[in-house]
C-alpha cells in the first residue's frame, strides 16, 4: 500500500488560483493511474481529474476542463492539480488516489482507486 499526502488547499476568492500535490511515499511499478476526486458538503464524492503515469494521458470532468490541469513529477512521486479560475461550486474537500496497474489509460470511476489521500480543503469565497 501507498501512503499519499495532499497539500496547497486553503482560502481563496472567487477568481484565484491554487496548486495542490499529493505525495506518495515510495514509487511504484507498472502502468497505474492517478487521480483527483473532491467532495463537497452533502454531497457525493465526483470525479475532477485524471492521468496516467506512464502516458500522461489526461482527462477532466466537464465542470473543470479548461481551467484545471493535472501533472505528475515521476522523479518526486508527486501529483500536482493547478486550479485556475476557481469558484464558489469548487468548494470541496480534494482528495489524490492511485489505481493499481492497469491496462487503461485513465480512470474516472473511485471504485477502481485503491489508495487515497487523508484530503485538503479548498474554500472558494464568493
Known amino acids: 500500500q501507498v501512503q499519499l499526502v495532499e497539500s496547497g488547499g486553503g482560502l481563496v476568492q472567487a477568481g484565484g488560483s491554487l496548486r495542490l500535490s499529493c505525495v506518495a511515499s515510495?514509487?511504484?511499478?507498472?502502468?497505474?493511474?492517478m487521480g483527483w476526486f473532491r467532495q463537497a458538503p452533502g454531497k457525493e464524492r465526483e470525479f475532477v481529474a485524471t492521468?496516467?503515469?506512464?502516458?500522461?494521458?489526461?482527462e477532466y470532468s466537464d465542470s473543470v476542463r479548461g481551467r484545471f490541469t493535472i501533472s505528475r513529477d515521476n522523479a518526486l512521486n508527486t501529483l500536482y492539480l493547478q486550479m485556475n479560475r476557481l469558484n464558489a461550486e469548487d468548494t470541496a474537500i480534494y482528495y489524490c488516489?492511485?489505481?493499481?496497474?492497469?491496462?487503461?489509460?485513465?480512470?474516472?470511476?473511485?471504485?477502481?482507486?485503491?489508495?487515497w489521500g487523508q484530503g485538503t480543503q479548498v474554500t472558494v469565497s464568493s
Open positions: 488516489a492511485k489505481s493499481v496497474p492497469t491496462f487503461y489509460l485513465t480512470l474516472k470511476r473511485a471504485e477502481e482507486y485503491v489508495d
Open positions: 515510495r514509487p511504484t511499478m507498472g502502468n497505474y493511474v
Open positions: 492521468i496516467n503515469w506512464i502516458t500522461a494521458h489526461t
